[in-house]
């Protein structure tokens, strides 16, 4: 039964050791049987989480544009071990992480109007809700402006991206909550 429930599991998209060993216990299956069944389908390569978060970041990165904090996060969120995390998310680095930020600045700039301060803010929302340190974003946001229009150049060359980002970090560390 263990193993019909992994299987299923598996069959709708790859899961961590973890989402299975969740679904076993839902299911009632006890710690000795689901740990059984989870070692062999690790030892066999049907598990493995590894290569789960590897193929998880570049999806999620190419797809939906999230940078290294917001992955991290969903990684965790679906039990892959810290150290394995840290590994894949080390496949990203931040020339591509900036090249992903600028791209996405400039996708969403192309459908958003509005007072270049508003649209300034709007653009630096979406990317850290992405995931996007506040330096990144910033200077993202910035070169999408100044590659826009003169009155939006004229209005990033005003930005003090430095000021801003030590403003953004000030407030974030503010709002993450006490461990």
């Given at each position: 039964?263990a193993?019909e429930?992994?299987?299923?599991q598996l069959s709708?998209?790859?899961?961590t050791?973890a989402?299975l060993a969740g ?8 710690e000795e049987?689901a740990?059984?069944v989870?070692d062999?389908?690790?030892?066999v390569?049907?598990i493995?989480?590894?290569?789960f978060?590897?193929?998880w ?6 797809g939906?544009?999230?940078?290294r904090r917001?992955l991290?996060?969903?990684?965790r969120?679906r039990?892959?071990d810290g150290d ?8 990203l680095d931040?020339d591509?992480e900036a ?5 996405l600045?400039?996708r ?5 109007r509005?007072?270049?301060?508003a649209v300034?803010r ?8 992405k995931?996007?340190?506040p330096?990144v974003?910033?200077r993202?946001?910035k070169?999408?402006?100044?590659a826009?229009?003169a ?10 991206e ?6 953004e970090?000030d407030?974030d ?7």
């Open positions: 039964m193993r429930i992994c299987l299923r709708v998209r790859p899961r050791r989402e679904a076993l216990a839902k299911r009632g299956i006890s049987v740990a059984a989870l062999r389908y690790d030892e390569g049907i493995d989480d590894a290569a978060a590897r193929a970041v570049s999806s999620r990165h190419a939906r544009g999230l940078a917001a991290a996060t969903e990684l969120q039990g892959v394995v995390a840290k590994a894949a998310l080390g496949e931040d591509t090249e992903t930020a600028r791209a600045a400039e969403k700039l192309r459908t958003t509005g007072e270049p301060d300034f709007r653009l630096v929302g979406m990317l850290a809700r995931g996007y340190p330096g974003a910033i993202a946001v070169d999408a402006l100044a826009q229009s009155e939006a150049a004229e209005f990033a060359d005003q930005i003090d430095d000021a801003l980002a030590d403003a970090g407030l560390r503010e709002s993450r909550p006490l461990d």
